[in-house]
């Protein structure tokens, strides 16, 4: 139990699906973040939120669009994805970064995405 | 810019022996450095973080790492492997002035033990 959890643990949609991604975390940490994982790939940073506000969004397609409702929750909405698509995808969370805080991340155990 | 290098994508070690995976990094300033594991089907599993202080970090499970400052170098060890080590073990990096986002990972080295 790494007091982040995520669901759906697995997820299979069509191309022209609409589906989401949930991360819950209870670590009372003020940064959440959406990680891709593929294979023989290295890990990539979609987006960060902190204290509720976007303050990276890497270079994501559209088709990907995240929300931060507060700080215990991060949602990955998912429209008309690609085959290409298909990978692990990772919610982590962490507090601060700066000062005091080293800022280690801990993950939740993904959710696994097919696209057909 | 900050990057962070595992020069081997499989290590192979026997039940009992000592492991060591290897990782190297390159930030501009001074480095806040961790190792996570991964099992199949899991998200990543915080191992350790060196800090500041004594070069050898100890850590979950254990692990342990040397924090090397000449040789730019924090390489994961363990004294004696057990199978259930067998994992995928990711080294990170990141500059302590940098926000948490900030953080690299390396490519991952699959640790394989051996009964």
């Known amino acids: 139990e790494t007091g982040v959890t995520q669901t759906p643990r697995h997820l299979v949609m069509g191309m022209t699906n609409k589906k989401s991604l949930k991360c819950e975390q209870h670590l009372g940490h003020n940064a959440m973040y959406w990680y891709k994982q593929s294979a023989k790939k290295p890990l990539e940073l979609m987006f960060v939120?902190?204290?509720?506000?976007?303050?990276e969004n890497n270079s994501v397609p559209s088709r990907f669009s995240p929300e931060c409702p507060n700080s215990s929750h991060l949602f990955l909405h998912l429209h008309t994805l690609q085959p290409e698509d298909s990978a692990l995808y990772l919610c982590?969370?962490?507090?601060?970064?700066?000062?005091?805080?080293?800022?280690?991340?801990?993950f939740g155990e993904g959710s696994r995405l097919t696209v057909l | 810019a900050q990057s962070v290098a595992q020069p081997e994508d499989q290590v192979n070690v026997a039940e009992g022996n000592p492991l060591t995976v290897k990782c190297t990094y390159s930030v501009s300033g001074n480095p806040y450095l961790f190792w996570y594991v991964q099992y199949p089907n899991r998200g990543l599993q915080f191992l350790l973080k060196?800090?500041?202080?004594?070069?050898l970090v100890k850590g979950s499970y254990g692990f342990e790492a040397e924090f090397n400052k000449s040789q730019t170098s924090f390489h994961l060890k363990k004294p004696s492997a057990l199978v259930s080590d067998s994992a995928l073990y990711f080294c990170a990096v990141r500059d302590r002035k940098s926000s948490a986002s900030k953080i690299i990972f390396g490519s991952g080295t699959r640790l394989s033990i051996r009964p």
């Open positions: 939120y902190s204290l509720e506000e976007r303050v």
């Open positions: 982590a969370s962490s507090q601060g970064g700066g000062g005091l805080y080293t800022g280690e991340l801990f």
């Open positions: 060196y800090i500041t202080g004594d070069n």
